[in-house]
Nanobody, 124 residues
Framework: QVQVVESGGGLVQAGGSLRLSCEVS????????VGWFRQAPGMEREFVAA????????DYLDSVRDRFTISRDSAKNLVYLQMNNLKPEDTAVYYC?????????????????WGQGTQVTVSS
């Protein structure tokens, strides 16, 4: 059994910041890749950022690359998504996902475990 739990969403004005947290626990190797995805109403789920399990390599959606930072605290089984200079178009439900292997992927179907999501709303 593997659990993925997100926290840290909320309402923020444009230009503000939020930090999302993701805890992955249970029967999964410590060196697993973790990704953040988001889904706005009426839209498909899209990749936002991911971090690898072995070298903590990262990848980002182009539109967030200069504003968001993904990091991990392996000792605490936590992955963070620091979001700065938020824009109204960042409004969505943000999901954390984990996969068994250490290599990152931008494809949601390649992740094995998902959290319930946390709402991020950016007002203009």
């Amino acid at each position: 059994q593997v659990q993925v739990v997100e926290s840290g969403g909320g309402l923020v004005q444009a230009g503000g910041s939020l930090r999302l947290s993701c805890e992955v626990s249970g029967r999964i190797r410590g060196l697993h890749a973790v990704g953040w995805f988001r889904q706005a109403p009426g839209m498909e789920r899209e990749f936002v950022a991911a971090i690898g399990g072995t070298y903590s390599d990262t990848d980002y959606l182009d539109s967030v690359r200069d504003r968001f930072t993904i990091s991990r605290d392996s000792a605490k089984n936590l992955v963070y998504l620091q979001m700065n200079n938020l824009k109204p178009e960042d409004t969505a439900v943000y999901y954390c996902a984990a996969r068994y292997v250490a290599y990152i992927s931008t494809r949601p179907e390649q992740y094995n475990f998902w959290g319930q999501g946390t709402q991020v709303t950016v007002s203009s």
